[in-house]
């Protein structure tokens, strides 16, 4: 059974839940409503019998004249269908033989036992048969002492209670009527609930038919970026929003990842090439037995070692790039002091600049980043002021309440280009012709996200300023782990 389950599609399992809770909830109604319409048959019925026989008044004696082949005459006790059975509190019954008379039981001699009249008098409605086997519901009341007079005319005064009874066989009847009935409505909401569940169902689940498709469209031909239409905001419209979004999200990353293999493949030929040419020309002197002039062959291991140098350079910025960021899963953040991430770049950058002057305003401010990251973050900054600074040039430093600046006095950046400093592989014309990558501010870029900070690149007149924006405090938190 659970295997055959499991076998079904997601639409046939919502289409059979429905149906089975439907069903359930109709049999539920129509088996409360039956039993509600037979209570209320024989409570008409009990009513007709306590309204049809009096109760003796109190204090009246009545005579009544039984037999064993018939019931107490006299007072309203008229048989019909059935007869009025006297029951006396030794156990003995009048009539005993008749068919129509009550069948009776300890319950009923209990209650002439009671030896109470009255119109208050115990009483008590049970359904029972007759001697002759009909079903009926009897009505059995204690009349307290009466006299009884049998057939050869001795009388007698004893407790007795008399039992009437009326057939049920038209409550039968129509009881087996309305159950006929409430079994064709139930079958035939039933049928129906079957058929609206599967439309319901069917219905339902068109938007998970088109997701499926889009998803096995993908599987099957790898275009990512593909998406479907999205109606209302219930929860497949949301699951149908997430996957126009993962699709779009994974579109955009594979345009980013050929872009940067075009970009990387660009940026890699130009060294490439020109460190081939120096060693072709370097082979070429040894197998023709004609060496280079000393200085001209200084001066391309020279280049090739600058070669060597930029290759290394732009092979470590492509891998820093190519990282996982934050929401694909990066290096835990670490709680780190961004004024000493500052102060290890600033020696570095001196080590670069020596001719250089170096002002430096720093505060204490601890953040969330990944430490390493960070670092070449600061430091790719500063190289950046010291490749523009003119000779003599000053560099100023400041980091204050999670701001960390950098200026410097070089020729600046035109306004048209500032829009895309920080694209991968962009170099601004006047910069060409330097050594670098292009992948220095990318870099800056990325790392300022993933710490959730912001960065920005203007002019300062004279020079341009850098602007680093990181979320922190100026003491490290209490009893914080060092990672998250």
Known sequence: MKNRWRRLTLRGRLATMTAAVVTIAVVLCCALSWYAAKQQM????KDTLQQSYAHPGGGERLTFLCS?????????????????TLIFASGLSCPSSDPRAVKITPSDVALANTGTGGPNAPHTFREGRTVGGTRVMIYTVSYGPQVVVSANGTEVTA???????????????????????????????????LIAAWYVARTGLKPVDRLTAAVEHI????EVGTTIDVNGDDEIARLSTSFNSMSTAL???????????????????TPLTSLRTNVDLLVRSEDTGRPLPEETRTRLLRNMK??????????????????????TGARPLEVVALHDIAARALDRARLRGPGLEFTVSVEPWYVRADAHA?????INLLDNAVKFSPAGGTIDLGLHFGTLTVRDQGPGIPEEDLAHVFERFWRSPAARQMPGSGLGLAIVSQTVQDCGGEVALSNAHPGT???????????????????I
């Open 251 to 269: 579109a955009s990353s594979r345009e980013r990842q050929s872009q940067l293999i075009a970009d990387a493949g660009h940026e890699l030929r």
């Open 219 to 222: 599987a099957r031909t790898e």
């Open 374 to 378: 960070l670092e070449r973050a600061v």
């Open 42 to 45: 024989l409570g008409q019925v």
């Open 306 to 327: 600058a070669q060597m140098g930029e290759l290394s350079t732009l092979i470590g910025d492509l891998l820093e790039l190519s990282r996982p960021t934050r929401s």
């Open 465 to 483: 300023l850098a602007t680093m924006k990181l979320p922190g405090a100026p003491t490290p938190p209490p009893e914080l782990p060092s990672t």
């Open 159 to 193: 407790d007795v209670a008399v039992a009437f009874a009326q057939p049920l066989a038209p409550v039968d009847h129509a009881l087996a009527e309305l159950g006929l009935l409430l079994l064709l409505i139930g079958l035939v909401v039933i049928a129906g609930a």
């Open 68 to 84: 064993t082949s018939s019931g107490p005459t006299g007072h309203g006790f008229e048989p019909t269908d059935t007869t009025p």
